[in-house]
């Protein structure tokens, strides 16, 4: 249980802020038992001022008084802020890291321990408590470890463990999909608007349309398909653009968005190992 533990965050930024917004707002951990991290004083006086939170600009102190810490700065950063941090984590401690397609071999070899490390790939929904990650758990976590990277992200969204091959194409998929979602939200509002409907409102009616069928497939576990058929009236409005839709390769260009995506991530991974 993550309760009652203490965990440094490295690199607290946008995605580790809203993670620390979520762990405080569920009440997963005490707004004193962690610490954020990073070199601007200015933005961490303003992560203790808005959350509670302890904070330092100095990553090794950080790392050390805590029984979890969190790695998230940008993939860039990672191999200078392991170096640091080398020689300070302990075998004992749980190393979670947010940062895109850096491996938990890598993470190991770089902060030279064989301690446990989770992999998360989150998204930015997270800063609404609507967040999707993707755990996947090193070699040397256990079920227990990966219960406790499970806590955290769960306080910001839903979680899911994948087996750390798969993590590329969560982010394919999960971790890039919000982008996706937007570019369909904005074809439905220019949709509404060509239409006659004014912008604000179409605006509202297709990111409400959108988070309404998201509900709606998570909520009743339906087959996304059986959906479909439910509101497809014979002869109706929806089966005409479902014709149109599928004759322009709706499913298909999707699709091939996250191959490209997940290939991309991939390629990247292996830059960074380089
Ligand atoms: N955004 C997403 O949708 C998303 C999704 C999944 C995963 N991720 C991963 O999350 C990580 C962070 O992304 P982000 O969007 O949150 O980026 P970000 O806002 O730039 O956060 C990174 C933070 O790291 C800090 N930093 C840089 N160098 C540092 C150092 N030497 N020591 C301590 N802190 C340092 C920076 O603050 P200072 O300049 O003040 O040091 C910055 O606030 C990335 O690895 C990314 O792959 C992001």
């Known amino acids: 249980m993550i309760k009652n533990q203490t965990i440094a965050v490295i690199g607290a930024g946008h995605?580790?802020?809203?993670l620390i917004g979520g762990m405080v707002r569920s009440k997963l951990l005490a707004p004193k038992s962690i610490t954020a991290s990073r070199r601007s004083s200015e933005a961490l006086a303003e992560l203790q001022k808005k959350w509670g939170v302890r904070t330092t600009v100095d990553n090794r102190k950080a790392a050390a008084e805590a029984d979890v810490v969190m790695l998230a700065v940008k993939p860039q950063m990672a191999r200078k802020v392991m170096e640091e941090l080398a020689g300070t984590i302990r075998r004992?401690?749980?190393v979670i890291s947010v940062m895109a397609g850096v491996t938990s071999a890598a993470i190991n070899k770089a902060l030279r321990v064989d301690c446990p490390v989770v992999r998360a790939m989150p998204n930015t929904p997270c800063l609404v408590d609507a967040g999707a990650t993707a755990l996947a758990a090193g070699a040397h976590a256990t079920d227990a470890d990966l219960a406790r990277a499970e806590a955290v992200f769960k306080s910001v969204g839903l979680?899911?463990?994948?087996?750390e091959s798969a993590l590329d194409a969560a982010t394919g998929l999960s971790g890039s999909g919000p982008v996706y979602i937007y570019m369909v939200i904005e074809a439905m509002i220019d949709g509404g608007v060509k239409m006659g409907i004014p912008r604000a409102i179409a605006a509202k009616l297709a990111a409400q349309t959108v988070y309404g069928a998201a509900k709606l497939v998570l909520e009743t576990g339906k087959h996304?398909?059986?959906?479909?058929?439910?509101?497809t009236t014979p002869g109706g409005t929806a089966i005409n653009a479902i014709h149109v839709l599928e004759s322009r390769g709706l499913r298909s260009v999707l699709i091939d968005g996250i191959v490209?995506?997940?290939?991309r991530s991939q390629e990247l991974s292996k830059l960074l190992e380089q």
């Open 15 to 18: 995605m580790a802020g809203a």
């Open 92 to 94: 004992d401690q749980l």
């Open 159 to 163: 979680v899911v463990a994948l087996p």
């Open 224 to 231: 996304p398909a059986i959906l479909k058929d439910e509101v």
């Open 260 to 263: 490209a995506a997940t290939n």
